[in-house]
T-cell receptor, first 113, second 116 residues
Framework: ETGVTQTPRHLVMGMTNKKSLKCEQH?????MYWYKQSAKKPLELMFV???????ENNSVPSRFSPECPNSSHLFLHLHTLQPEDSALYLC????????????FGPGTRLTVT | AQKITQTQPGMFVQEKEAVTLDCTYD???????LFWYKQPSSGEMIFLIY??????QNATEGRYSLNFQKARKSANLVISASQLGDSAMYFC?????????????FGAGTTVTVRA
């Protein structure tokens, strides 16, 4: 059983909708990450949180809004998305921000119509 | 510039045979780490193996080994005795030893299909 869970696994939303992706890690880690995986493109880092503080925002549009209420939970709030935002969104965690091993969740497959 | 290059978009391998997945990287740092991840159709990324730039021995983890050639900046993954469950996408990644030390740069991936 994976130590990082993500819900929902699949999401279809219209461009005017507001939805949230949830990530939870059960590993006692202090750093969490959001990645975007589009077809035929390398994995892109979106956000990094370390001890609940955002330490990286990789030039992500403001229609993506992360939230980290505690070290075990990470959210990605979505609003007024575009069809090109359709992708697999992966959450990961690591012991701390310098740990070399990141543990990934199963991802949320997002389709924007 | 692309930091990680995986030139093989897809590969077929016969069950029980070995397969080598290519990965070359680009960095000016002396300290860096190289990773391989497996992504089955279920979507999650599974960590396989890690090689530090100062490690003298090639990393091995069970059936996975990393052929690290520092001068050529290559970090190929070798999967021995392939199994049907090895069919997946494989990603090479690098973490460079500067201040953004939590950032992993990923390659485009190689799809491996194991045939019975």
């Amino acid at each position: 059983e994976t130590g990082v869970t993500q819900t929902p696994r699949h999401l279809v939303m219209g461009m005017t909708n507001k939805k949230s992706l949830k990530c939870e890690q059960h590993l006692g880690h202090n750093a969490m990450y959001w990645y975007k995986q589009s077809a035929k493109k390398p994995l892109e880092l979106m956000f990094v949180y370390s001890l609940e503080e955002r330490v990286e925002n990789n030039s992500v549009p403001s229609r993506f809004s992360p939230e980290c209420p505690n070290s075990s939970h990470l959210f990605l709030h979505l609003h007024t998305l575009q069809p090109e935002d359709s992708a697999l969104y992966l959450c990961a965690s690591s012991r701390n921000r310098v740990s070399y091993e990141q543990y990934f969740g199963p991802g949320t497959r997002l389709t924007v119509t | 510039a692309q930091k990680i290059t995986q030139t093989q978009p897809g590969m077929f391998v016969q069950e029980k045979e070995a397969v080598t997945l290519d990965c070359t990287y680009d960095t000016s740092d002396q300290s860096y780490g190289l990773f391989w991840y497996k992504q089955p159709s279920s979507g999650e990324m599974i960590f396989l193996i890690y090689q530090g730039s100062y490690d003298e021995q090639n990393a091995t983890e069970g059936r996975y080994s990393l052929n690290f050639q520092k001068a050529r900046k290559s970090a190929n993954l070798v999967i021995s005795a392939s199994q049907l469950g090895d069919s997946a996408m494989y990603f090479c990644a690098m973490r460079e030893g500067h201040s953004n030390d939590y950032k992993l740069s990923f390659g485009a991936g190689t799809t491996v299909t194991v045939r019975a």
